[in-house]
């Protein structure tokens, strides 16, 4: 991250996630369908480790810890809402369309 710059890592970690995910939906095989989900874990990885210490760096330390709570407790409210939306499509290659 300090050789390109958090932001820049993260707004990339974005992009390549979503076409990463995308790509996703026009898959037919296993071994491609591993190495997208492989690439598109690294990438989300970026992102969330990007922004959480962008995030560290820009707030004030008062408002830290509150802001990062907030963070994750929204993320682990994302799970519920992505399995119900899971629960509406027929294929996995939907989930790909609309996860991206």
């Known amino acids: 991250f300090d050789t390109f710059g ?3 890592s ?3 970690g974005g992009f390549v996630s979503v076409a990463v995910t995308l790509s996703g939906f026009f898959c037919t095989n ?5 190495a997208i989900r492989f690439f598109q874990g690294f990438s989300l990885f970026i992102v969330g480790t990007g922004m959480y210490i962008l995030v560290q760096e820009i707030l004030p330390g008062r408002y830290r810890n509150v ?3 907030w963070a994750m ?3 682990a409210l994302g799970y519920p809402i992505v ?4 629960y509406f499509c ?3 290659n939907m989930m790909f369309l609309v996860g991206s």
């Open 10 to 12: 993260a707004l990339c």
């Open 83 to 86: 399995s119900g939306i899971g």
């Open 90 to 92: 027929d294929d996995w």
């Open 67 to 69: 802001l990062n709570g």
């Open 6 to 8: 958090r932001k820049p």
């Open 73 to 75: 407790a929204l993320w």
């Open 30 to 34: 296993y071994y491609v369908l591993l």
